[in-house]
């Protein structure tokens, strides 16, 4: 069976070409060599590609679970790279994982431990915040529950709760994620200092810290500018 997390780069490539070949096929002033090139490779490409690479098999046992991971896709909420492309099946699990790294002889698992436990924090919380979202009818514990306030009438139910509770575990782990890179990357920051907010600088005024080389690593780049979204100076 192919591993998603392994073909992400070339499902990207992939569908960049599909676009790019529909839409330079139907653009007039297209540069003529470009059409030419797009009208040789375009057989190559469905050759190697064939059946289509993002289409798998439903593996869905019932219609809810299929309602589910229908929800995560089209919401980009999968741990897969190919979920970035858009909402395919092939991307209809968490295959995301770290890279090959060297660790100690006496903890050989600490990396692996933290990252796992992690990713099944955020599977769960989005999966209460599905709950929360698609639930229809009030759930029996919410029945006899003696509320004092009654005008206006507020919004308490379990719905809302899963929803909140989804959003407290998804906030909390970024602070888990400072801890981690701070160990994997053996920044040296002391453990009562680690955030996610002190990750990046050793102090708010001075630039980010040489480890992280944001002009080749996407990836840090937006944790970076996710960082300055949620902590803003003075805040």
Request: glycine share 6%; hydrophobic share 35%.
């Amino acid at each position: 069976m192919r591993d998603p997390q392994e073909e992400g780069p070339c499902l990207g490539i992939f569908e960049g070409f599909r676009i790019g070949s529909q839409d330079y096929g139907s653009v007039a002033k297209c540069h003529p060599e470009v059409r030419l090139h797009f009208k040789r490779t375009t057989p190559v490409f469905e050759s190697l590609y064939s059946p289509d690479p993002l289409t798998w098999r439903d593996t869905a046992t019932t219609e809810e679970e299929h309602d589910y991971r229908q929800w995560c896709l089209v919401h980009y909420l999968y741990l897969n790279p190919s979920n970035d492309l858009g909402p395919y099946s092939v991307a209809a699990g968490d295959s995301m994982g770290l890279a090959s790294h060297v660790v100690p002889l006496d903890a050989p698992y600490t990396f692996e431990s933290f990252f796992d436990q992690m990713k099944q924090e955020y599977v769960s919380a989005r999966w209460l915040l599905y709950e929360g979202l698609t639930a229809k009818v009030p759930h029996f514990s919410d029945r006899d529950v003696l509320l004092q306030v009654s005008e206006p009438r507020p919004s308490l139910c379990l719905s809302i709760e899963k929803a909140k509770t989804a959003y407290r575990i998804s906030y909390s782990l970024f602070d888990k994620i400072g801890f981690f890179v701070n160990a994997y990357m053996k920044l040296g920051i002391p453990e009562r200092q680690v955030s996610f907010r002190t990750l990046w600088r050793s102090d708010e005024k001075k630039p980010i810290r040489k480890e992280f080389d944001l002009t080749g690593n996407w990836g840090v780049l937006c944790f970076v500018l996710a960082g300055q979204g949620l902590f803003r100076e003075g805040e």
